[in-house]
């Protein structure tokens, strides 16, 4: 039975974000082609980690032998998220951009569970190889060519974290573009280029959850 971790970040609700939506139309997918795994779901919205403090970060450098009772509490939450990490066969990530870089609710889970010597920093990383799905909406275009293709800090920022440099997870992109142009004044013209992203955004999902749920359940 293989086990799905899903990550949800947009401050928007269902209905309204489309990283959201996307990720969804993955764990549809997944469940449709693996009905008895199991999904691990975290909104950092609705339950935001707390960013990482000096407690925890000590701790980590710390014999557990050692720990005063509130360096035991702070990494407590460190080892638990890094565990049910690692336990993941796949993970889920949906990543809108917010002033050209990842949530600051992603980056706490992130500094949480990177710990050198366990998930990166070693030969032996303790997920790597795991196939890692990043649903990285933004409200404008940001590809290459573009104008603002050097405001682009969300893809080259989780390459490196979650990809061979960092976790060694096996990273895919989905990357729905110009979501906000149904709604910003001036983006008329955008709406059509809107959709179609969208549209290849859920289908690339939808194939991807149902894939790696078939590989994972053989």
Known sequence: MATLLHIDTSVNPDGVSVSRSVTASFREAWEAQHPDGKVIYRDLNADPIPHLQSLAAAAGFIPPQNHTAEQAAAFALRDRLATEFEQADAVLIGAPMYN???????KAWLDHVIIMGRTTGSENRTAAGKPATVVASRGGGYGPGTPRES???VLPYLEKVLGAEGFGLDVEF???ELTLAETTPGMEQLIEMARESR???HEAAQSRGKSLAAQLAA
């Open 100 to 106: 050209y870089t990842i949530p600051s609710t992603l």
């Open 151 to 153: 405001f682009e800090f």
């Open 174 to 176: 989905i990357v729905p």
């Open 199 to 201: 549209a290849k955004a």
